[in-house]
């Protein structure tokens, strides 16, 4: 099973700052990773996919990175709706996995 | 629009059973794979269970494996989780999960989810 790590845990930023959310897979997953945001009491979002490519709606303020072992989520200028939790799901293999997700919280 | 209503969940027993449905609308659901994934509370997402757009192919998270049973009625555009032996562990939030065409098995479109909660 590949075990993917999320880092930080939880990342504290202010509205208008950049914020860079890290996903790690513990082996080679190629392109084949998502990015989901989920906000208290919603089902997820789909956000990113293929490691880079911005799902139907996200606003370009959201961008992803990476390949392999190393992905990167970038939100340029956190806005107010934008807090939430980050998850990363590869889906080279099965089982797919997602990672335990990283909190961003308002400073 | 693209709508995955699920259904189902409660409380229930160990070692008992639970039958989950997701009603899907909004999109031609006979060629789609689809997907449970759930949300034990305060944790995050698991993946449960897959099923291709003829219901030809399942998967199943290993710990799932022998007890839930995925399938799928075209004709109803619905999506069902048969789940047995249920076991504390597998109370969570159930989401029904729409697998993007042709990008792989991640989840495009996602229901509001059904709680389920085993318990004595």
């Known amino acids: 099973e590949i075990v993917m790590t999320h880092s930080p845990a939880t990342l504290s930023v202010s509205p208008g700052e950049r914020a860079t959310l890290s996903c790690r897979a513990s082996q080679s997953v190629s392109s084949n990773l998502a990015w989901y945001q989920q906000k208290p009491g919603q089902a997820p979002r789909l956000l990113i996919y293929?490691?880079?490519t911005r799902a139907t709606g996200i606003p370009d303020r959201f961008s992803g990175s990476g390949s392999e072992t190393e992905f990167t989520l970038t939100i340029s200028s956190v806005q107010s709706e934008d807090f939430a939790v980050y998850y990363c799901q590869q889906y080279n293999n099965w089982p797919l996995t997602f990672g335990g997700g990283t909190k961003v919280e308002i400073k | 629009e693209v709508e995955l209503v699920e259904s189902g969940g409660g409380l229930v027993k160990p070692g008992e059973s639970l039958r989950l449905s997701c009603a899907a609308s909004?999109?031609?659901?006979?060629?789609?794979?689809m997907n449970w994934v759930r949300q034990a509370p305060g944790k995050g997402l698991e993946w449960v269970s897959s099923i291709s757009s003829a219901g030809s192919i399942t998967k199943y998270a290993d710990s799932m494996k022998g007890r839930f049973t995925i399938s799928r009625d075209n004709a109803k555009n619905s999506l069902y989780l048969q789940m047995n032996s249920l076991r504390a562990e597998d109370t969570a939030v159930y989401y029904c999960?729409?697998?993007?065409?042709?990008?792989?098995?991640?989840?495009?479109?996602w229901g509001q989810g059904t709680p389920v909660t085993v318990s004595s």
């Open positions: 293929g490691a880079s």
């Open positions: 999960a729409r697998a993007m065409r042709g990008g792989g098995t991640l989840f495009d479109h």
């Open positions: 909004g999109f031609t659901f006979s060629v789609y794979s």
